[in-house]
């Protein structure tokens, strides 16, 4: 616990300090060696995204026309639509986390929250274009059909749009996790201009989302 | 929490704060590029079918919209990665982390793509010719099914009777 010199020293001088663990020299330290670590697991992330970019590359040049052809019946219009809600979540959480930055405990709180509601933005559209697959038949697993008898391989393509793309879901679900947890403890004044790592790696992962999906949208539904 | 697990200490550093005007460019050039890429897949070989009677479904054509498909999602993704992310005002240390990955992810690529552009399937003529026996047929090739069944006593799996064997030749091979 601290002292009671040391909490006189918090109150007084709120920014200038902070606890760090006791393994880190100092606070400088304790957010390098964070966000290395970040960076770290990011590029685990690079790699998993990787390996089915290159899946999707190789099947596309062993099956050029049906891929042309399944890409066709993909909506680009609600591909574009979410593009530009993943591109004005990544400006909501640039801002968040410069409020938080400059100690802007509300600007940075609001901003959280708009990134959140932009995630959810992107999980109702997905949640429309599944239910429009579903409907055309076009199952992920045993169940899948297709009305093309011209196109025997349009599986591989599906197969591939829904790995891939349930994927990317699931990291939207845990980033939205966690700025809601971010939002939280930035509402409770837990973060500020010295103090504000989970913020600043939240965003990173918000933004490797995002980044993720301006390769998924052209890829499944621009290039034919 | 223990006096052990944390102290207090000075953080000395300045953040480096992304200003409201850069990010919001960052913006608008991500949603042009978007918007370009989508104008590339959608419109561009309408208007070149259209003004140059170019077929739509021209292969070369499509290879360039794609490569420049492409090339507008990885400079949205340098955007993403150089501004949003920060990499440009980072520690040299993540610079060179997040490089080296990209380089090693380029390597996987290549690897990859050289293999499959390179290599003959089993199904084109020309890897059976060079690379099968003389007398190797496809499965398509051969006349049925082929199921194997194994002789009854007194048969050899040719068909043929064993000599010396009791009852034979009177009920045929089953095959």
């Known amino acids: 616990m601290a002292t009671e010199k040391q909490i006189t020293k918090i109150g007084n001088d709120f920014f200038k300090t902070r606890f760090v663990a006791h393994h880190f020299a100092t606070a400088d330290q304790e957010f390098d060696a964070c966000k290395f670590g970040m960076w770290m697991f990011l590029l685990t992330e690079i790699m998993l995204f990787g390996g089915l970019f290159v899946a999707w590359v190789v099947y596309r040049l062993w099956y050029p026309e049906t891929f042309k052809h399944c890409a066709t019946i993909m909506d680009w219009k609600l591909g574009l639509v979410n593009t530009c809600i993943l591109i004005v979540s990544s400006l909501t959480m640039s801002l968040a986390i410069r409020a938080v930055k400059m100690s802007d405990k509300k600007t940075a709180v609001k901003m959280l929250l708009a990134t959140v509601l932009c995630g959810a933005g992107f999980l109702i559209v997905k949640y429309f274009e599944y239910a429009h697959k579903f409907h055309l038949g076009i199952f992920p697993g045993e169940n899948f059909s297709f009305d093309g008898a011209h196109y025997s391989n349009a599986h591989i393509f599906f197969s591939l749009y829904f790995v891939m793309t349930a994927t990317h879901v699931l990291h939207v679900i845990i980033g939205m996790t966690a700025i809601l947890w971010c939002s939280y403890r930035a509402s409770r004044g837990h973060f500020y201009k010295d103090y504000y790592t989970p913020v600043e790696l939240t965003g990173m992962y918000w933004h490797l989302v995002e980044l993720i999906w301006i390769f998924l949208f052209p890829m499944f539904y621009l290039i034919k | ?175």
């Not at chain 2, 460019?25 to 991500?30: P, R």
């Not at chain 2, 079918?49 to 070369?60: D, G, I, T, Y």
């Not at chain 2, 993704?77 to 990955?101: C, E, K, Q, W, Y």
Request: include cysteine.
């Open chain 2, 1 to 175: 929490m223990s006096e052990h697990d944390h102290h207090l200490v000075e953080a000395k550093h300045e953040p480096h704060a992304i200003s409201v005007k850069a990010a919001f460019g960052v913006t608008f050039l991500l949603i042009a590029f978007t918007l370009f890429n989508v104008f590339v897949s959608v419109c561009v070989p309408h208007l070149i079918e259209k003004f140059l009677n170019v077929p739509n479904s021209a292969a070369e054509y499509s290879v360039v919209y794609n490569i420049v498909i492409m090339g507008g999602a990885t400079v949205c993704g340098m955007l993403v990665v150089g501004l949003f992310m920060h990499i440009i005002a980072d520690t040299p240390v993540n610079r060179l982390t997040f490089i080296s990955g990209t380089i090693f992810l380029g390597f996987f690529f290549l690897f990859i793509l050289s293999d499959t552009m390179t290599r003959r399937t089993a199904a084109s003529p020309e890897f059976i010719k060079d690379y099968a026996p003389a007398d190797f047929k496809r499965a398509s090739e051969l006349p049925g099914k082929a199921v194997l069944v194994p002789a009854k006593a007194g048969y050899q799996d040719n068909g043929e009777a064993i000599k010396g064997h009791e009852g034979h030749g009177h009920e045929g091979h089953a095959h």
